[in-house]
């Protein structure tokens, strides 16, 4: 197996698993993926999920060696972006709950896009992003067309997938593309911590708070507007949103359930 999965304190890790091609993905590797995207998606008992890579990379994106054989095989891309591709995008970004990335290492093609669509990203100062579609003669994929514009505007998106030229965990935060840089020995632990921290608060609310994003990044204010106040009534019908005022009307700490 190249996807690791572990449960603990609320939080899913989905490790990529293949070090010694820098975590490149290759069909059956991306069948896992997806199907521990969607163990960790319709778990109740999972209220975060983090994904990072083995080794020193996070992901070198599709594998160009099974790429190439496809190639000559004439299978062209052998269906991977419908079959494999978005429907692992669409399950980080439609699932009720915060995906994070810790991007270990370097994040090309695939592996960049997958680290985009998560709701955060937190990274290694030794981590890179690589927007490598065109250096091979392809146009973006999993979903880098639509997080990238919206994470760094259409300008610097246009550049850095035309170009495709690395782009350092500092400057990646100077952009936008990441919300942390943390030392290359920390990042385990950091982003672990952000993890276990999301789990461990009010899940509805998160789910609700992705919805609203996602939904207002393609309608209206006036439709999101609309959308806030379904989603408002929504949460103040939850156990946690109660129990929360509660808590802080008496001055003590909130404790969420997801519920
Ligand atoms: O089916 C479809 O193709 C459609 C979907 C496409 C989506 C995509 O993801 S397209 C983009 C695919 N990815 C790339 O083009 C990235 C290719 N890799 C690189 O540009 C560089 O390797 C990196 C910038 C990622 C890292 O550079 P560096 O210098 O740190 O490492 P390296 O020396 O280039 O690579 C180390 C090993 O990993 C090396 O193997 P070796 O020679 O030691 O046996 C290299 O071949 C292997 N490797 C790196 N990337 C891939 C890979 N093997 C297979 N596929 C890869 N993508």
């Known amino acids: 197996m190249s996807i690791r ?13 293949r ?15 997806l199907a521990a995207l969607t163990r960790a998606a319709e778990d109740d008992a999972v209220r975060a999920v983090l994904v990072t890579g083995a080794g020193k990379a996070f992901s070198a994106g599709q594998d ?8 000559v095989a004439g299978k062209g ?8 591709y978005n429907p692992i995008v669409r399950t980080i970004t439609e699932m009720a709950k915060p995906v994070i990335a810790a991007v270990n290492g370097v994040a090309a093609g695939a592996g960049a896009s997958l680290a985009l669509a998560c709701d955060l990203r937190i990274a290694s ?11 091979i003669g392809l146009a973006p994929d999993s979903g880098a067309s639509w997080t990238l514009p919206r994470l760094v505007g259409p300008a610097v998106a246009a550049e850095l997938l035309m170009l ?7 400057r990646a935060r100077e952009l936008g593309l990441v919300s942390r840089v943390v030392p290359a020995d920390e990042l385990a632990k950091s982003a672990r911590e952000l993890a ?9 609310a998160y789910a609700a708070t992705k919805r609203a994003l996602a939904f207002g990044a393609a309608h209206t204010l006036s439709q999101s507007l609309d959308l806030e106040a379904d989603l ?4 103040a019908a939850t156990i946690d949103h109660q129990a929360a005022t509660a808590a802080f009307v008496a001055k003590e700490r909130p404790v969420f359930h997801g519920r």
């Open 5 to 17: 999965y572990d449960v603990e304190s609320g939080v899913a890790t989905v490790t990529l698993d």
């Open 19 to 33: 070090p010694d091609a820098l975590n490149a993905l290759v069909a059956s590797m991306k069948a896992d993926l």
């Open 64 to 71: 160009l060696r099974e790429h190439a054989d496809n190639l």
């Open 77 to 84: 891309l052998a269906g991977t972006v419908r079959r494999h």
């Open 125 to 135: 100062e030794n981590a890179k992003f690589a927007m490598a579609f065109a250096a």
């Open 164 to 170: 495709g030229d690395p782009v350092s965990a500092e």
């Open 196 to 204: 276990v921290r999301l789990a461990e608060g009010p899940t509805r």
């Open 232 to 235: 408002q009534d929504a949460c």
